[in-house]
């Protein structure tokens, strides 16, 4: 160390929390120095002082602090423009950085927010924005709908889930790179949204705590979950173990099984590529829907975006995201297990030098709109499920939206699917172009593409429908059947259309989509 960095660690003053006089952060009375902590200073709030009031409430934003460190004590953010600003932020074992509660779409929102040069949250350390966002009773632009007393789950990055009585979840809302609050489920006993947690580091960001943004249980039947809230992570680069979690997933229904579970909530985690290189994180990432209420609701993951594919291990297990961000994925193998992946484009490449598994109940979504999935071999086993999403045809692809290239075979189990999904408006198709194929699992897996072709009266043989929706049928290899009105009108079925010895294009849509194609 310099001597010039001595100098000027010695002459930082370090001013202690003693809550002598409540837990207003601004009163003079309250610290050692008695002043509330100015520019410059090193702050410490722990256990050291005897203290009457043991938290502290900040109400508007810091002066540009020498550090924070806070030990055993809660630190509560209260307004949505305050922020913690400081050179270094520790913190420590025992310490909560929290919210005063969740708030309705009439009053006064608040969030954690910090911005620093280096974050560290130690283990045994939490930021909890948990049930924090929109109140249950439906508040926040995706609340739960209630409907004869049944309560639908909050939706965010995922959507929340219905009630066994049939209400909804709320719509989809938010921002992917940006994300802010969760909502509350439907119901006056409906959970609240998780809150909203944002971290702004010039430098480094170390997690070996908790960092998290939960959507709310219900805890009145037959009310809705909230969905999880929203966590914005920027800095130079990320690092931290096993142990840290950082986490926005939905809240459940009531255990009784019938509301609707809370969806998933949002994370971004933006870096600098060059310097997160050669580091290796092992955080753990969750954007999970609620579980405990109504199983069949259909309450979905959340979103993760993040810079690239650096913070991913080359086996994802138990994690359930929709991908954004990472559109350029290189691994030398990659396995699936027990988690629920989409990644989301346009126009996701995927190259895998040489296993791609997708194992016991895994699941892998991956937006191909006209670009490839390479590996050397594919397998999916044990209760797995890929499923390709074509971009449309064009110029450079005329007769295919998308391209999965496998060198050698793909491997399809018991229990085992892939689904090849065409655009739903231009027809584009996957390609597999494969070493071999091997379907193991007989009438219990395979590839599957039912339903997954020309949308409702799309195609080149669709059907059509007269103004009381009487409908024909969409055409393929055979023309569409007439719809007909009691005998007086009637509505035409497409026409036949595409090569008999070599179909190059998925089903026309009648009132639902036509099949898709499986092009080996």
């Known amino acids: 160390m310099t001597l010039a960095a001595v100098v000027c660690q010695a002459q930082v003053a370090t001013n202690c929390w003693t809550g002598g006089a409540d837990n207003d952060w601004f009163n003079t009375n309250n610290w050692s120095l008695l002043q509330a902590p100015q520019a410059g200073q090193a702050v410490v709030i722990d256990t050291n002082y005897v ?49 005063p509660g969740a708030f309705t779409n009439n009053s006064t929102s608040n969030r954690i927010s910090i911005v620093c040069t280096n974050f560290v949250l130690d283990g045994g350390g939490q930021v909890d924005a948990n049930g924090q966002g929109f109140k249950g009773n439906g508040n926040g632009p995706g609340g739960g709908n209630l409907v004869s007393g049944w309560g639908g789950g909050g939706s965010h990055g995922g959507t929340g889930g219905s009630a066994s009585g049939g209400s909804s979840g709320g719509a989809i809302n938010g921002s992917a790179t940006d994300p802010g609050p969760g909502s509350g489920g439907g119901g006056g006993s409906g959970g609240s949204g998780g809150g909203a947690a944002r971290i702004w580091a010039t430098q480094r960001i170390l997690i070996n705590g908790l960092l998290t943004a939960n959507g709310g249980a219900a805890t009145g039947d037959p009310f809705g979950g909230g969905s999880g809230g929203g966590i914005f992570i920027n800095c130079s680069y990320v690092d931290g173990s096993s142990t840290g979690t950082v986490q926005a997933s939905g809240g459940s ?37 609620g579980v405990g209420g109504y199983a069949g609701g259909g309450a979905k993951v959340g979103t993760l975006f993040m810079t690239d594919r650096q913070l991913l291990s080359t086996s994802i297990v138990g994690t ?59 397998i999916v086993t044990n209760g797995g499920r890929l499923t390709v999403y074509s971009g449309v045809t064009n110029v450079s692809t005329p007769d295919y939206g998308g391209l999965v290239s496998v060198t050698g075979t793909v491997w399809v189990g018991s229990n085992s ?44 043989g669709p059907g059509s429908h007269d103004s009381s929706w009487w409908a024909g049928g969409g055409a393929h290899g055979g023309k569409g059947g007439k719809g007909a009105q009691g005998g007086a009108g009637s509505t035409a079925g497409g026409n036949p259309y595409d090569y008999t010895n070599a179909p190059i294009h998925p089903g026309s849509g009648g009132t639902f989509a036509g099949g898709g194609l499986i092009r080996v």
Not at 65 to 72: A, C, G, K, Q, V
Not at 86 to 98: P, Q
Not at 341 to 368: A, D, K
């Open 417 to 460: 699917w892939i689904y090849p999904y065409s655009n739903p408006t231009n027809g584009g198709s996957m390609l597999f172009a494969i070493g071999g194929l091997t379907l193991a699992g007989g009438a219990n897996g395979g590839i599957d593409a039912a339903g997954l072709g020309f949308t409702s009266f799309c195609g080149y």
């Open 320 to 378: 359930n995201a929709n991908v954004y961000g990472v559109t350029n994925w290189d691994h030398p193998s990659l396995t699936f297990t027990n988690c629920n992946w989409t990644l989301c484009g346009p126009g996701v490449n995927m190259v895998v030098t040489n296993n791609l598994v997708i194992g016991t109940n895994g699941f892998l979504g991956v937006h191909l709109e006209n670009s490839r999935l390479d590996c050397n071999t594919l």
């Open 253 to 289: 229904g009531t255990n009784a099984g019938r509301g609707g579970n809370g969806g998933g909530g949002r994370i971004a985690i933006n870096y600098d590529a060059q310097a997160q290189a050669g580091q290796a994180p092992g955080i753990r990432l969750f954007v999970a829907p």
């Open 51 to 99: 203290t009457t009031s043991t938290n502290v409430l900040l109400t508007n934003s810091t002066a540009w602090l020498y550090s924070l460190e806070i030990t055993n004590r809660m630190l509560t953010f209260s307004n949505w423009n305050t922020v913690l600003q400081a050179t270094n932020v520790f913190i420590r074992n025992g310490a909560r950085l929290t919210l």
